[in-house]
């Protein structure tokens, strides 16, 4: 449906999601061990540099969607360092852009033997289970990460927990769990959109447009979304004026954006 398209759509709101999955850094140099000696630069081995710089090429070319170049960066990461737990993290988001979920799934299992208690790595698997619908083994991984002592991006996680309970049409399990992400993390701009979003679906118009005018106050983070969402929202409430603002920002901020096309032929319900 439009509306679950525009939710999703909405995460291009969060900077440094990177559509949802975190890669996992290259192995860092400063560390320390168990001599309490503080490991430097100096001290990395050829294996460790050559692993952080093929890590590195493999995640700059899987955000720019050229997944072959990252798989062969990958691979040589691993030959470089083969039980680094990132690496088969990273192989397996690619393997799943590529289509091939046999060698993801394998991917992710091998990450999680082999670092079971990542916080993002547990994250990159439950979304990788959301996309294949597996809903509810998703919903248990992201719950599972949240729950890791010390993990600190449980309001990423939280948003796409309650984006998958979307996706699996439970929209009062998303109610909660994005109600939830946006006390832990209010200035959030693509929770409060995905939450607003729940809401107006749920005939809840009040609160929605409470938190939808949270992100369109503020034009660097308003987009065709936020703003046709809105409109929606006015015109459920019977605010022709808001209604009218809105379709004027429309217009003049993304006259070729579908949502305005929507706008003008007053299909609100679609």
Not at 1 to 18: D, F, K, S, T, V
Not at 126 to 135: E, I, K, P, T, V
Request: contains cysteine; glycine residues 8%; aromatic residues 8%.
């Amino acid at each position: 449906m439009r509306w679950m398209r525009a939710a999703l759509a909405a995460l291009g709101l969060m900077a440094g999601l990177a559509g949802c999955v975190t890669t996992g850094g290259p192995q860092h140099p400063y560390h320390s061990t168990g001599d309490d000696d503080i490991k430097t630069a100096s001290d990395q081995t050829n294996a460790d540099r050559l692993y952080n710089t093929r890590m590195e090429l493999a995640q700059a070319y899987f955000g720019r969607n050229q997944a072959t170049d990252a798989l062969d960066q990958v691979k040589q990461a691993l030959q470089a360092k083969p039980d680094m737990a990132p690496a088969y993290n990273l192989r397996g988001l690619i393997y799943a852009a590529l289509g091939d979920n046999d060698k993801a799934e394998e991917s992710f299992r091998r990450s999680m033997q082999l670092a079971p208690h990542d916080g993002d790595l547990i994250h990159n698997y439950g979304w990788y289970l959301c996309q294949q619908r597996q809903f509810d083994a998703a919903d248990a991984q992201f719950k599972r990460a949240i729950a890791e002592p010390g993990y600190r991006s449980a309001p990423r996680t939280m948003l796409v927990e309650g984006i998958c309970q979307i996706r699996a049409g439970k929209l009062a399990d998303a109610e909660k769990t994005l109600s939830r992400a946006y006390e832990v993390d209010p200035a959030n701009p693509a929770i409060a959109v995905n939450l607003a979003e729940v809401l107006y679906r749920g005939g809840q118009y009040d609160r929605a447009r409470f938190y939808v005018r949270r992100v369109n106050t503020r034009p660097e983070l308003s987009n065709a979304q936020t703003l046709w969402l809105s409109a929606r929202i006015e015109h459920k409430l019977g605010q022709d004026e808001q209604v009218r603002a809105m379709g004027n920002a429309l217009r003049s901020r993304f006259p070729e954006a579908p949502e305005t096309v929507l706008f003008e032929k007053g299909k609100f319900d679609e």
